[in-house]
């Protein structure tokens, strides 16, 4: 049994050792091991995390880059080999695209220029997997909000016949509410 004034010594004598074994490790560990902010840069290189990184900024600013209207109807999917590639949900979409890619490099070499993107190409989305088409399935879409009905209905009032007009919104209505 141990009376309190040797559990005194022995916690302390105790604390000494850990503090001093403590001490000493500290120390060989700034001799052996590399600091951290040596072994970033390779692990970036060596994991492809810089281009993933510079595709995450190019998705969240492609709004800004290509507009609101393309933005919802392409998106950046990888960079590989200094060229940038865009999914596009339509063939039309890529044809459209084709004539500003000049003004869309310049944009994005603004916004990421450790990326040194000199080209841009575009490729069809692709399809959606069964698991994506159930999720969806499982969400409701509320169908268009008033701003694009009413866009919708200025773009459809340049149809003269009116029979034609109309069952142009029908259609249109349709396909947004399935």
């Known amino acids: ?30 001799n ?12 970036f290189n060596r994991k492809n995390w810089f281009l993933l990184w510079q595709t995450y900024t190019l998705v969240q600013n492609w709004t800004d880059i290509v507009g609101k209207n393309i933005a ?6 990888y960079i590989q080999n200094d060229t940038l590639w865009v999914y596009v949900q339509s063939s039309v ?25 000199k080209d841009i190409r575009w490729a069809m989305q692709p399809a959606k997997t069964a698991r994506t088409m159930k999720e969806a399935a499982g969400k409701t879409d509320t169908g268009p909000g008033p701003e694009e009905i009413k866009e919708f209905e200025a773009i459809s009032s340049t149809v003269e016949d009116r029979t034609c007009r109309e069952a142009l919104r029908k259609l249109w209505r349709a396909y947004h509410n399935r």
């Open 32 to 43: 052996k091991l590399p600091q951290l902010s040596s072994r970033l840069p390779g692990l």
């Open 72 to 77: 919802k109807k392409s998106q950046p999917a």
């Open 1 to 30: 049994m141990f009376s309190l004034g040797e559990k005194k010594v022995y916690i302390v004598a105790q604390n000494n050792f850990f503090r001093y074994y403590i001490h000493n490790m500290a120390a060989d560990t700034r």
């Open 93 to 117: 979409l890529m044809q459209h695209m084709q004539p500003q890619k000049i003004s869309l490099l310049e944009k994005i070499c603004r916004l990421v220029p450790e990326a040194e993107i």
